[in-house]
């Protein structure tokens, strides 16, 4: 067993170089919402999701390793943590009775079912395009449908919940140009999967013109929301997601708050990018300012998506992101935000980023925390 520090160190290495897979057995996604391109393991324990088939984690020196009795990450040669791949869920295996395959409605993502209810964005093929979205590719290569129904989510979820153990639901839609930008029917899959399972759910979406929506969203049995902002650098924003900028930073602001009063405070999350050429300052005083109102800011290095506008982008070092990771952790800390409080979602999930384990040590207390610098690649 590894310090969890160092282990934090090591998922901000492997989740900016990648990890390469020696032999088959690690299942993963490619396109899609949420973690893309995201080979999905638990190191030492840790759910994490990985970089495993951009071009440039041929050159990582981190390698998944199959030893005789489970996997193993190793470094150069060197055994550096214990691995396990995540089975190939159960459910993948059913299909409705009108014969769409489980998989196709909802995926498992480790622990967390997974689901993009609507395929398509209207931003999508349009100069608003996110560039670092790669929501309708899965559509594209027929490995998903365009629109879930809510009544193939619930039997979905009450299958991954029996037979392989999924603790809460994540749902994403594409932005609907509709006012509620797609939030109503996600509460309407929402409510189909609660009442039928029990889990916590958490859903993302734009912010709506009208935030009385939110409260629709509530009244469906949603526990945690993400309005993922993605940069608190304008300049920024407005360069990789033209049509979140339109919303603009005040906008996200005001939805935050609203979204906090109905959700509770911690219950609302931002995702925020690093490495699509922000200022850390901003950035790191936009996170602050979050956390200030009550959300979480779910900090993820760039994950470049083969086939999305930023696929020729790399990653951001590990010690960009540790500089930033080293400035925002002790402040949730401070402020009493915690991962393990959500009830739901990517901010409770945390496997996309290593701001959550960082997070719980310095709430343990482990001062080491704030000065640490990753290990670095060769
Ligand atoms: S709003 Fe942006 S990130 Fe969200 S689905 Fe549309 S293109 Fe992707």
Redesign the pocket.
Known sequence: MIATVQLGDLITDLQSLGLRVESSGLDSRRGG?GPSDAGMVWIEGVAVTVPVAAPYVAGSPYVLRNEDDGWAVYRDGTRVASAALAPRPRYYDLTTADGIPYWQIALLHLDSLASTVNQR????DTAD??Q??G?ELSLQAGRTIAVKRPEHLAEVAVAARDLDGAVDITLTT??TSGPDRGAIYLARCARAMKEASGLPIEVQF?PPSNLAVLERVRDAGVDSVGI?L?SFDPVVLARV?P??ARTGIEGYFRAWERAVEVFGRGQVSTYVILGMGEDPDITVAGCKRAIDIGVYPLVVPLRPVPGSLMEACLPPSPTEIARVYQRVVPYLAERGLRAADVHAGCARCQACSAIGLLERSAHENDASVAGRIPLRQV
């Open positions: 919402a964005c209207a931003y999508w395009q996110c670092f979205c929501i594409g932005s734009e993922h993605e997601a049509g979140k």
